[in-house]
């Protein structure tokens, strides 16, 4: 069993947040074309071949140069040399028409999470970060464009193909290039109008391609108790199983590409019902429902996560209102352990400390839906903002998050809130907060009971209508 904890560090330290873009017109002439061919021989891999043009960039970097030493540069007269990376870069001469290079999906040790990112899987079925394996332009311009081909295995990349199967991409579709999933087999959920895309990249003792895709669909559904809508129309998951471990989801990540990429790390002797208690997969779904900050705010984004995590099962029947405040406090209790006697400005200052990141966001979200509802006499939610928020934009920043809430507000809320937050010792008056709302934590666990603001509490996980219902 992987505890959650460990699963939180991971998706801190990895860095699950990139750039989320707009979408913009694709079939200008392509200035780029990457051809990648899967062989298996002598061992699973990827051959890339990168056509140049006159007007292609000249210099190109990999991001994590792990498992490429050389590239090969074929000229127009048809000679070739290997051209030796220097931190991950390299530069091409005039006259370069071709770059190649292989990218072996194979990683040279036993497990770790490095390979989530940088390949796993087997037989021929596999798992990489497309930033992990291509070699990109170190500079890349607004109007960059770029044809994209895969053949030898059936892909799941974040994009669509034409009919004849070419990819048209941006060049910040090579920099924000998600997760890529090769060969296994497919199956698709549907949440009102969106579509999820799954890979299942691996073979499961237990489970039916049906259940896992039947387990995605039901936190996409839950997301809905938070959006109106599915926050995309399409998105891509691929799924990951494990060797030797029964949990139902170990790991997940969402990456920004355009659209957005989630991959999950799934014990391959789990079953269908263990998927009733998981968590994962709705949690990594609800950071959809949130813009991207610029520049980062982990504490921020990782705590609405988490908070809606408990809020929207219990919105959706899956546990418990009584469940839902249970794992609520005990994970309060797990950030007040780490974070001790520190500020919440000093806890969220040291993203290193992620118990005490997640779960100070997670109270701070939970203030601030509580704060809205009430100064609002319960006609306005944290969920509001969050619809705002999807009005103006894939990105926003701290600044903007709070503009949305005092917008919902009607009244200045934000600053004054996270002021005060920010200036006193971490979940100092989560005592305080939990006695109005009337959560009672006993030796026996929670109790729910009447208080000045359990109206408050019962609306928070008593959840709402849904457009995508059903």
Known sequence: MVPRAVLLFLALTLGACATARPSLPRREPAALRYNVAYSREPAPGLDVEIVLLPSSPRDFLFREP????????????????SLRLQDGA?????????????YPLASSSKGGHRSFFSGMGEGDAWHVAGKAYLLRPRSVTP?????????????????????AGVYHLRGEDLVDSGFHGFGGRRCEARVGASV??????????????????????????????????????????????????????LFGMVQWSSPPSISILVGQDTTAASFTGDWVALHEMLHLTHPTLMP?????????????????RARSGRQTAQSAWQELTEGFA??????????????????????GVYWTGALFALHLDVELRRVTHGQRRLDDVLELLATRGPTSSLAGFGAAVDAVAGQPLFDALLAHQLSVPAFSDLDSLLNRLGV??????????????????????GGRPSEDAG
């Open 196 to 249: 999820l895309d799954v890979a299942l990249l691996g073979h499961f003792t237990h489970l039916k391609d049906a259940d896992v895709c039947a387990w995605l669909a039901q936190a996409a559904r839950e997301v809905g108790t938070v959006r109106k809508t599915f926050p995309h129309p399409r998105i891509t998951v691929r799924v990951v199983p494990v060797p030797g471990e029964a949990e139902p989801a």
């Open 296 to 312: 980062r705010v982990a504490w921020l984004t990782e705590g609405l996560a988490t908070y809606y995590t408990e809020v929207a």
């Open 334 to 355: 797990r950030g007040r352990s780490a974070a001790g006697s520190r500020t919440m400005a000093e806890v969220v200052a040291q993203e290193r400390n992620w118990l």
């Open 143 to 163: 109007d960059l464009r770029v044809e994209f081909t895969v053949s030898g295995t059936d892909p799941l990349l974040p994009w669509l193909a034409d009919d």
């Open 66 to 81: 792990e498992r490429v030493d050389s590239v090969w540069a074929w000229h127009e007269d048809g000679s070739a040399r």
């Open 90 to 102: 390299v530069h091409v001469s005039s006259g370069t028409r071709f770059l190649r290079y292989r």
């Open 440 to 461: 009672q934590i006993d030796p026996g666990g929670v109790k729910l009971q009447a208080a000045p603001e359990s109206a408050l509490r019962e609306a928070v996980d």
